[in-house]
Each structure stands twice: as structure tokens, then as C-alpha cells.
């Protein structure tokens, strides 16, 4: 749908959330907590880094497509965030050799800001850190497949 846009261009959209995370939490601007992260993972200003991210995507590539892509790319983090959060901290017991989550927590994507409501599914919630590894990586081998098989058709096509 954008071939102007290379792989890891796309790849990295649907990570800038997580990134401005990381960094409104270096900065001291937001920090993990009853707050939730309304910077980087609220609703309201995920829509905003996606407009933002899409009006960049566009100009840089010349083509709205690419820019609608790379925008709903950015805002696909949030969709997925909210199906599968509040995640709650897994841990290793080496003596029962089993891994699992902490206590279920409450929902942690805010709407707006600070004091907002707070939304999420809460998937990890209810399925076990077993569970939530094989999903994340059925996912990830499952959009190779569809990257691989697009790619083969296409430089088959090409011939
Ligand atoms: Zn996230």
C-alpha cells in the first residue's frame, strides 16, 4: 500500500509511541504510574502523533497514501495497547519453574490527560504470560508471512 515507504520506516511507526515513552520518561515528563502516560499512550495525544507522524510520512515521500499508512501504523500501537493493557509485570520462579504475571491491574490508557478516564481491555489480564509470548510471536511470524508472501508474488510478477 506504500512501497515508497521502506520496511523499517513502517516498522518503526508502529513503535513511536513506546519510543515517546521512553523519552517523556528520561525527560521527566511522564512516568509509568496511577497517571498512566498521557503523553505518549493517551488517546487523545496518540491521535495527534499519528496526524503528525502522516503529515511528515506524506510531505518526505510525496504521496498521501504513504502518509495515511505510516499515520494508522502509528495509531495501530494504541489499538493494540488497548486490547491488550494494563500489562502486568511478569516474573520467572526458577523453583517452580514457571513464569507468570503479577496481580491484574487496573486499565492505564488515558483518555486525555492526567486525571482522565483510563481505558483498556485488559487481554493480559486474563491470559497467562505463557499465552501472551505465543500470541506476540504468532502475530510477529504471521506479518512475516504476509510481508513474505507479498514480496515473493510481487518479484514474481516482476518477471
Ligand atoms: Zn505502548
Same mark, same amino acid.
Given at each position: 500500500?506504500?512501497p515508497?515507504v521502506?520496511?523499517?520506516?513502517? #516498522?518503526?511507526?508502529t513503535?513511536? =509511541?513506546?519510543?515517546?515513552? *521512553?523519552?517523556?520518561?528520561? @525527560? $521527566?515528563?511522564?512516568? /509509568?504510574?496511577?497517571?498512566? #502516560?498521557?503523553w505518549?499512550?493517551? =488517546?487523545?495525544?496518540?491521535? *495527534?502523533?499519528?496526524?503528525? @507522524? $502522516?503529515l511528515l510520512? /506524506?510531505?518526505?515521500?510525496?504521496d498521501?497514501r504513504?502518509?495515511?499508512?505510516?499515520?494508522?501504523?502509528?495509531f495501530?500501537h494504541?489499538?493494540?495497547?488497548?486490547?491488550?493493557?494494563p500489562?502486568?509485570?511478569?516474573s520467572?520462579?526458577?523453583?517452580?519453574?514457571?513464569w507468570?504475571?503479577g496481580?491484574?491491574?487496573p486499565?492505564?490508557?488515558?483518555?486525555?490527560?492526567?486525571?482522565s478516564?483510563?481505558?483498556?481491555?485488559g487481554?493480559?489480564?486474563?491470559i497467562?504470560a505463557?499465552?501472551?509470548?505465543?500470541?506476540?510471536?504468532?502475530?510477529?511470524?504471521?506479518g512475516g508471512?504476509v510481508?513474505g508472501?507479498?514480496v515473493?508474488?510481487?518479484?514474481?510478477a516482476?518477471?
Amino acid at each position: 500500500m506504500a512501497p515508497r515507504v521502506p520496511l523499517g520506516i513502517l #516498522l518503526a511507526a508502529t513503535w513511536i =509511541l513506546d519510543a515517546l515513552a *521512553i523519552v517523556f520518561g528520561l @525527560a $521527566g515528563i511522564e512516568k /509509568a504510574g496511577s497517571a498512566g #502516560l498521557p503523553w505518549s499512550h493517551g =488517546l487523545f495525544m496518540s491521535v *495527534i502523533w499519528s496526524v503528525v @507522524a $502522516g503529515l511528515l510520512a /506524506a510531505r518526505l515521500y510525496r504521496d498521501r497514501r504513504a502518509g495515511m499508512v505510516v499515520g494508522l501504523l502509528v495509531f495501530s500501537h494504541w489499538v493494540l495497547d488497548f486490547v491488550s493493557h494494563p500489562i502486568p509485570f511478569s516474573s520467572f520462579s526458577w523453583r517452580s519453574w514457571q513464569w507468570s504475571y503479577g496481580h491484574p491491574l487496573p486499565s492505564d490508557l488515558p483518555l486525555l490527560f492526567a486525571g482522565s478516564p483510563k481505558v483498556g481491555l485488559g487481554l493480559y489480564n486474563s491470559i497467562s504470560a505463557v499465552e501472551a509470548t505465543i500470541l506476540e510471536f504468532g502475530l510477529f511470524i504471521l506479518g512475516g508471512a504476509v510481508y513474505g508472501t507479498y514480496v515473493m508474488k510481487k518479484k514474481r510478477a516482476g518477471r
